[in-house]
């Protein structure tokens, strides 16, 4: 495959196939994870590691895995390596793996994985693989970290646990917001940043269920 | 509805008729405070309006004014500027602009405003509104359903049900005011209220006992806030007893013809 393509394979899912804006994808985790920045970067880094590895190892079995249990198979790999994944976490950053608590474990049925694995990965040599899994993750990952860091922000009025906007217990002036902290929160930004995104780029647009019945001004 | 002067503005604009005995009653008890604050609101919903007006061609409607007039008389005192920009904002965008405009939305915007307010700051200060709001709320039913855009039987429903709890004994003593406002305002709105005979019955029942029910369980909360959540959950429900209704006439006319 030549470079030009595989670095089109490597951006194409950041913002034109974002898995999560367009696919609308891997969002039970994006809803959960992101009340604040730093716990959204753990989740971002720990799929997109499993995402990359997990293509690898399907793709470098593709001819041999037999297609009635391809799915089966294909969990089995995606759950070792989400397992091995949490232990890392659980040993090196404890206290942010408590916060995540069971969404690493969920990892496994992220549709986000299983998507990339059943579409591409089974079907594609293992480095073309790799790099759309790492494109994939990346466009999960941006999505992740602008919720994150817009929740955290408006919510606590901090980054990275730094004070941005110094709020009214600290003796600053602005109010947290705490809807921020729950989940409807994250459906609303969600929602807005589609609706920027595919206001933009009209062609991720869906067509319109319905016509709009014609109405009295319109018919004069 | 009629032909010939009703169009959407028409309703908008009775709508504003019946909500005036409340906004005269309120400007009285808050005097020059009030006219700000609504000017404040009039300005923000206005922008939207006009916003959605140039970038989607969607005509901007009397309905925002409504809206602006609601969150003023409802809305903490308290709270900043960007808070109340924010929760305005939200509301009237989210609830009414993003769905086409009034009269294609599912939700009331000052509802949703109010409970985007009422859930993002839980520990602002509610107001209390003076108890001749309450007493207004009585000739402002009365002249929308004279008009004919508020519904006679959803606030039947509302009536019944509020009998029903004076008699059990439950103490709405310090709430129903509040109730009363959200009542002629929110709930009564035609937009988002049920459109069915029997839906209407059920939809204002069902926001009387939400009340009731919150009143009566919801301790620590602000009456504004009890009324927002119950009007909430009632125009959340209003489909599903429209979808009953239009259920059991089907049932019934099949029954019927066989």
Known sequence: MAAGNLWHTLTEPLVDKNPITLQILGICSALAVTTSLDTALTMAISLTVVLVLSALVV???????????????QIVIVASLVIVIDQFLQAFFFDISRRLSVFVSLITTNCLVLGRTESFSRNNPPFPSMVDALGNGLGYSLILCIIGSLRELFGNGSILGFQILRTVDQGGWYVPMNLMLLAPSAFFLLGGLVWAIRSIRTDQAEAPEYAPPETAERAG | MIRGIWDRETVALMLLAAAFPVFVAWVQADGWYAIG??????????????????????????????????????????????????????GVVMAELAFGGWGRNVLNPAVVALAFISFGYPASNWPELAVQIGWAA????????????????????????????????????ETWIAGAVVLVLMVCDPVTASATRLGRWAYGAFYAAMFVLFTCQWGDAAPIQIAVAAALLASLAAPLFDEIAISIWLYRRNRRIG
């Open chain 2, 138 to 173: 009585f000739p402002a039913a009365l002249i929308g359903v004279l008009t004919g855009v508020m519904s006679l039987r959803l606030l039947l429903g509302v009536a019944v049900v509020t009998v029903i709890t004076l008699y059990a004994g439950v103490d709405i003593s």
């Open chain 2, 37 to 90: 604050r609504l000017i404040f609101f009039l300005v923000v919903a206005g922008i939207w309006h006009v916003i959605f007006m140039l970038a989607r061609a969607q005509p901007p409607s009397f309905a925002g004014a409504l809206t602006a007039l609601t969150i003023a008389i409802l809305a903490p005192h308290d709270l900043g500027i960007f808070a109340l920009l924010l929760g305005t904002s939200f």
């Open chain 1, 59 to 73: 793709s470098l079995i593709r001819k041999h895995i037999p297609g009635t249990i391809r799915l089966i198979v």
